[in-house]
């Protein structure tokens, strides 16, 4: 199977149900910001010598992918038994339960902090950004096409955020990386 199929070279991608849509389709910019939120915490693994970080790193990432499948899924074509394509409650509880484990390691937040730190800090950072882009661009999707986003997919994403932040912060003090103060 060749990597290149020269079907989008007209500026066009298909969707899981087999619809065609524009590459700027708001749709195809929610999933793509997923996708690269998914390249950030890749890095923010190869970065990160933490095994507790870089396991929930891995594991978020394959959340990730079920997020973007269903983003990518406007007619919910996705059987229900195909469980490795689902985002629950219970992926969200596991994100707060490592919130909360993780938080209970770190001095209490005074200020807000510059982004930055060390390299695994600053790449969950920047991930952290992209996480909220893609929060936005999926709020867009479900303001623009009634029922287009799952309320659980947005609301993995808002606790993935503050996950990120928490993740950053942990990573640059176990790293004695003191955080920079605004």
């Known amino acids: ?63 990730l992918f079920a ?8 007619s919910a074509r996705i059987a229900e038994r195909v469980t490795k394509a689902a985002v629950r409650s219970t992926d969200v509880e596991r994100l707060e339960r490592l919130i909360d484990t993780l938080e209970a390691e770190l001095p209490p937040l005074r200020r807000s902090i510059l982004p930055g730190g060390g390299t695994c800090g600053a790449w969950l950072h920047v991930a952290r950004t992209v996480c909220r882009r893609a929060e936005r661009a999926m709020v867009a999707l479900r303001a623009a096409e009634e029922a287009a986003v799952e309320p659980a997919l947005i609301i993995y994403v808002n606790r993935l955020s503050d996950l990120l932040f928490v993740m950053a912060r942990v990573a640059n003090f176990r790293d004695d990386t003191s955080e920079i103060e605004w």
């Open 67 to 74: 997020l973007g499948a269903r983003l990518a899924d406007p």
């Open 1 to 63: 199977m060749k990597i290149y199929t020269k079907t989008g070279d007209g500026g066009q991608t298909s969707l899981f149900d087999k619809s065609r849509v524009s590459k700027a389709d708001p749709r195809v910019d929610a999933y793509g910001d997923v996708d690269e939120l998914n390249a950030c915490l890749g890095a923010a693994r190869a970065a990160c010598t933490a095994a507790d970080l870089s396991d929930g790193l891995a594991a978020i990432q394959k959340d």
